[in-house]
């Protein structure tokens, strides 16, 4: 049994163990989601051919909890007797269960259920091995904090056939709702790309709604300044983000400035953060931006110049 809404380290760990079990053909095992799973391990379980474990009451009178640190996690589940197998830092039920493989230094309850197998000779099965490698992926942000006992064990899965490209590709794969697809993508074709002084670059876009994941991708692309212009009736919205090089080089709380003197010098509300700010400008004030965004730059000692106009304004106007 898994903690309450298993993610993916906890569904792998579950389901190995369930088939390691099974496989020594003693006893009758069945494998249990309290509350179901969640998402990324329903789309990551269904991509492997894996049935997703129904959510529902989970009672027996012997249970071995997987991934599970602490009695909340387990809250309605009933049982008589546990044991354990587990990796985090603070694990409060260590007293309650035993046997208990237990090993904080493990990186994924997935590993450590990959290395007992592994050091007992066993051989998983190519979609299990896949599975197994996900959980490990998953809880050590793709391998992170890798050190050589992991590397061993992420080697003897490979060896059983675990696909890491699938692994990427189900990890990093997000279902994007079709209107954001068309934000962001409307956002990229109206940009206009200016240059901050030598090194740095500026982009300025509208779109109608989903500011943030449009920003996301102006960053990502190299804008040192983002700006992404929605308008709200009579108000424009004006979302801001600063690459974490350029607050660096000014040392004072970028965003959160800018959206300040856009909001000062145009007639609107604005602040916020270091790199993430806003501000509400009037709609009839789009035209003033570009310059109001300059003399701006230029008071810090940025020479601002037009790469590419792009049509935000138009399209904001
Ligand atoms: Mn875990």
Known sequence: MTHRSADVDAAGAAL????????????????CFPEGADS??????????F???????????????????SPSQVEGVEFA??????????????????????????????????EALMLTG??????????????????????????SRLLVVVEWLLGMGADFDEVSRLLTQREVPYAERVARLKGLSRMGVYSLGEDYL????????????????????????????????????????????????????????????LAESLGGSGGGHEAAAGAAIPRSSVGSLERVVSEFFSARGFKIRVLERGRWMEECA
């Open 81 to 114: 007797e546990c044991s354990l197998v587990d990796h985090h830092a603070v694990n409060t039920m260590l007293d309650r269960c035993s046997p208990r493989i237990y090993d904080p230094e493990a990186g994924a309850t997935s590993a450590l259920l990959a």
């Open 51 to 69: 049935g997703v474990p129904a959510s529902r009451k989970c009672a027996a009178e012997r249970v071995i909890l997987v991934d599970v640190s």
């Open 202 to 261: 500026m982009t300025i876009t509208c779109v109608g709604a989903y500011e943030s994941s449009s920003l996301r991708y102006a960053v990502e692309a190299g804008s040192d300044v983002a700006l992404a212009l929605a308008p709200r009736d009579e108000e424009i919205r004006v979302t801001v983000r600063v690459s974490e090089r350029l607050v660096r080089a000014l040392g004072t709380p970028a965003a959160a400035e800018l959206s300040r003197h």
């Open 40 to 49: 990324t391990s329903r789309r990551i379980l269904t991509s492997l051919g």
């Open 16 to 31: 190995i163990l369930n088939y390691a079990l099974s496989s020594y053909g003693r006893g009758s095992f069945e494998v």
């Open 122 to 147: 066993f051989r998983v099965p190519e979609d299990y091995a896949t599975l197994l490698l996900a959980g490990i992926a998953f809880d050590t942000r793709f391998l992170r904090t890798l050190n």
